[in-house]
Structure formats: structure tokens, C-alpha cells
């Protein structure tokens, strides 16, 4: 007979297969080329009263071996001012997308967004400001890399507007940061978490990824105890997924010095646990905030939703993207513009369309969709929430996905009742791999290993 150990490492090879992220549905794999008119389309038809704006900084100055994220490395700081007019001239040819609905939110990513000087950043502010409504209690956050970012610099961000920010550890230990090429001093990730408090930022999340090269439960420990030392306001614990044939940089990384799946999931777990008895709430897949954050309490007030950033409160409002590969949810349609920036500035420069790749939501999808994002943010779904919106009979509906889940019941991994499908704190590990089996995309994909390992 197995012991417990060997029958939860058995359970979890079993379920750590290919999966998507599920910071959308259908996911951005599923885009397709499209026509002009999509995103306009949507939004005369069925978009919001509000927009969440996120602007793309694409650039970089110096290159993390583990990063799937759309990048340019370079250190010459000009490039950015060529972008940031390119971005003036998405804002006005997207104006019909946003004209008279304000903006609830601000959200900077890339790349690194400290690329940009401080003078930079007050440029952009006032493009945002010259072209957007904002509203009056709108939050602005960013994100930072630690390494080139000072007091001084957090305080001009905070004087422009910027209340939320958000700086990447990822791991503290000296090996790990050399195996993904990311030297970084830990004394000054908390000095800058101490000066943003003092500067009056309202909420201060850290980025951890559990699962990179050499990565030890030791040596990961020691991490987690030095984050939580620094008491930030939100936690992001992200599961590294190793895609070489996507991402040439993580060729660098050595199979053989990555974690198995159950040294990667028991990384998890330790962290998972040591957060919330230090008094962090888990949100949805990867997110701790103390109770008082607004995560948390959208979590308790069953109004968390989750988009391309991540987690987010803003469930009503469309989302729009600005720059190179952005991406934007308007109504019932996906948006991406172009991922290459030739492209990105060739489409603008000429006037064709910017929207490169999206798609439009069937009523399929749309009933998929909110199924997996229920399951996403809330770690249940209420089968009468399903029926009630979209008139259908939930069991007959999903029979087949719903004969599936009787494997994870068997193992203890979810919960099935006439009403509703619960998954246990304990199995949150493997919501990826549940979400999975409401996929239709994925059910009859051959080409999954697009896809990172859920665990």
C-alpha cells in the first residue's frame, strides 16, 4: 500500500499535463487574424461604461533567462521616447474604443516599465491625461524592476498619480539569480519596500516564482521568510514555466537543474502555507493580500475577476491595451496588436488596422468563459449562476466535462454536488488542470504543448 507521501506524488505527476494560464478564455493561442472593425464592433454592441487601461512598456535592459514576456534588451534609453510617441498615436486612433467612458484603472507592464526615465513617465502621464477621462478614484500601478529603480524615483512615479507598485524578486538565493541571470540585492528589494510605504503608496506587492533552476526547498524557505520580513501589502507566487521552443532565452536553462513536478509542487505548498499563517489571504491560483486589501475583500464579495494582468477588481469594466502585443478585452472580443514593434509602428505610420490577431466570443465561449473564471477566482461555481444566465440546463450541457471530473473527485482533488463544483484549498494546485477539462479548445487540441506544465 502507498504512503501518503508516494499516493500525493502520484496524484500530482497524474494531473501536472500542458494547460493554459486562463487569464482569458478562449486564451491568446486561440487568435486569429482578423479583419478591422473587431474591437469597434464589440463595443458598440456590448461593451462597458468603463475602461481599465494597460499600457505595454516593451523594453529592457538586460535579459532574464526565465521571462516569456514580450521584450525588447537594450540600453539605449532613446527608443523610448520613438515608442511613447507611437503609443499618442494608437490613443488617437483607438478613440472611438474609449471616448466618453473613464478610466477606473491604470496599469503599466511590460518588460520594465522603470526603463522609462522619470521625465519619460511625466510625458506619458500627461498623454494618458490629455487623452482619457480619468476617473477621480481611478488606481495606477506599476511595475518595477528593483534593480534600477531608487526612492527618488519612486517618489516622481507616486507625485504622477502612481499608488500601487510592484517589484520582482522572484528568488533571493545568489545560485538561482545566476542560473536566470538576475543578480539582485535583497537589502535594497526591502529598503524599497520601506521607502514606497513611507511615501505613501497605497499597496506594495512582491513577484515570486517558485519552480526555476536550483531552486531548493531550503534555499526557498530562506525567500519566503525574507518577503514576508517585508510585509508587503500583496504577494504574486508564480509558477515558472519552462517553453524553450517559445522562448529562446530559456535554452540557457538546464533541464536537468529545474525541479521535478513534486519537489515543484511541495515548493508550493510550503509557501502556500507559511503565507497564510502569517495572516496573508490566498486569492484565486497565485495571489496572497493582507485582509484588508481590496483583492481580499473582492475575493469575500464574489467580485474578483481575472484578466491578462492577473487578478483584478474591476470585473465591469472592458479592458484596453496600448502598445506593442497588448491586448484588449472590449465587450465579447479579444484584441492583440501587433507583436513585432516594426509591425506595431508600420501599422500606425500607415494607418492600416492595429489589431493583428483577436477573436469573437461565441455564446460557447461566453458560457465557458465565465464557468473557468468562476473557477479561477472563486475556487467554486454555483451550476445555477450558469443556468440562470444563459437559460441552459448546466448537467446536460456539460455531460461529457462533468463525467470527466469523476477522476478528480476519486482523488480528493474537487467536490461534486447537485449545485455545485468546489475545489478544497488544499487542491488548489491543480485548478489549472481543472479549468482544463471545460476547455473546448484544448479537448481537441493536438498542439498542447504550447502550453506550460500546470504543476
Known sequence: ???????????????????????????????????????????????????????????????????GCNKIVTRHNEKADHYLSYIEKEMVAKKSLYKDKKVVALHLGGGSPSFLSATQHTYLMYLIKKHFLISSDAEFSIELDPRNVTCEYLEDLNELGYTRVSFGVQDINVDVQQSINRVQSTAHIAKLVFDAKNIGYTSVNLDLIYGLPKQTMEKFRTTVVAVKAMSPDRISLFSYAHLPDRFAAQRKIPLDTLPTPDEKAALHQMAVESFTKTGFEMIGLDHFAKPSDTLAMAKHTHVLHRNFQGYTTHKNSDLLGLGVSAISTIGNAYGQNPKQLKDYYNRLDNDLPLTANGIALSLDD???????????????LDKKDIEDKYNINFNG?????????????????????DRYISVPDTSRIYIRAICARFDAYLNKDHHISRYSAAI
Open 366 to 380: 461566453r458560457i465557458r468563459r465565465d464557468v473557468i473564471m468562476s473557477l479561477m477566482c472563486n475556487l467554486y
Open 1 to 67: 500500500m502507498n504512503s501518503p507521501i508516494e499516493q500525493a506524488t502520484s496524484t500530482i505527476t497524474k494531473y501536472a499535463q500542458q494547460a493554459p494560464r486562463y487569464t482569458s478564455y478562449p486564451t491568446a493561442l486561440k487568435f486569429e487574424a482578423v479583419n478591422d472593425g473587431l474591437l469597434e464592433s464589440a463595443s458598440e454592441n456590448c461593451g462597458a461604461d468603463t475602461i481599465s487601461l494597460y499600457i505595454h512598456i516593451p523594453f529592457c535592459e538586460e535579459l532574464c533567462y526565465y521571462c
Open 397 to 417: 450541457y456539460f455531460c461529457i466535462e462533468l463525467t470527466s471530473l469523476k477522476s478528480l473527485m476519486a482523488d480528493g482533488i474537487i467536490e461534486l454536488s
